[in-house]
Antibody
Framework: QLQLQESGPGLVKPSETLSLTCTVS??????????WGWIRQSPGKGLEWIGS???????SYNPSLKSRVTISVDTSKNQFSLNLNSVTAADTAVFYC?????????????WGQGTLVTVSS | FMLTQPHSVSESPGKTVTISCTRS????????VQWYQQRPGSSPTTVIY?????PSGVPDRFSGFIDSSSNSASLTISGLEPEDEAEYYC??????????FGGGTKLTVL
């Protein structure tokens, strides 16, 4: 059964870089038919797509975050990662990783359990 | 583009409710629409993908439709049950594979 698990610091200082890793079990990040994505949800707010990556390293980013985001993949560890730099309090959110089905459409399933990252000094 | 959903809807158990999702620009029919259910404290789960397909395990009380005349998608839940109370999000994408989520609709089962 496919499972995704986010990990990383729960507290990041303003202006620093937020770094999270998603560990995939039950499937390979090298799967041909899938991308791997990050989505965030600010407290009490809706979902915001951050970006997605293919195992080859090909990426797609939300234009509103593109200047601050880097997503990478480590096929040897079956993981993919998110870096978001120059964070502010507005970046406080629950961050989810998910498999992205791209064979038909572009949708997320399943999702990890999510991890709360707070930006505060 | 943006996807606009009503902030909230409510209905009684056993009844039918429909949640709309209107695309601001570009045709709603060009790119598939998905619907996710998010219960409090939980991660989203897919209830509809590719406009009208249900993942295994999702009851057939959930159905998705596309209406090109109003440039909108809709999620209909029939035979409402208390467990259907949740936030529902529509999602689509553009020609560059940039993903967009609707703002979410809180469904209250009275």
């Amino acid at each position: 059964q496919l499972q995704l698990q986010e990990s990383g610091p729960g507290l990041v200082k303003p202006s620093e870089t937020l770094s999270l890793t998603c560990t995939v079990s039950g499937d390979s990040v090298r799967s041909d038919n899938y991308y791997w994505g990050w989505i965030r949800q600010s407290p009490g707010k809706g979902l915001e797509w951050i970006g997605s990556i293919y195992y080859s390293g090909s990426t797609s980013y939300n234009p509103s975050l593109k200047s601050r985001v880097t997503i990478s993949v480590d096929t040897s560890k079956n993981q993919f990662s998110l870096n978001l730099n120059s964070v502010t309090a507005a970046d406080t959110a629950v961050f989810y990783c998910a498999r992205v089905v791209v064979v038909s459409g572009n949708w997320f399933d399943p999702w990890g359990q999510g991890t709360l990252v707070t930006v505060s000094s | 583009f943006m996807l606009t959903q009503p902030h909230s809807v409510s209905e009684s158990p056993g009844k039918t409710v429909t949640i709309s999702c209107t695309r601001s620009s570009g045709s709603i029919a060009t790119n598939f629409v998905q619907w996710y259910q998010q219960r409090p404290g939980s991660s989203p789960t897919t209830v509809i993908y590719e406009d009208n397909q249900r993942p295994s395990g999702v009851p057939d009380r959930f159905s998705g439709f596309i209406d090109s005349s109003s440039n909108s998608a809709s999620l209909t839940i029939s035979g409402l049950e208390p467990e259907d109370e949740a936030e529902y999000y529509c999602q689509s994408y553009d020609s560059n594979n940039h993903v967009v989520f609707g703002g979410g609709t809180k469904l209250t089962v009275l």
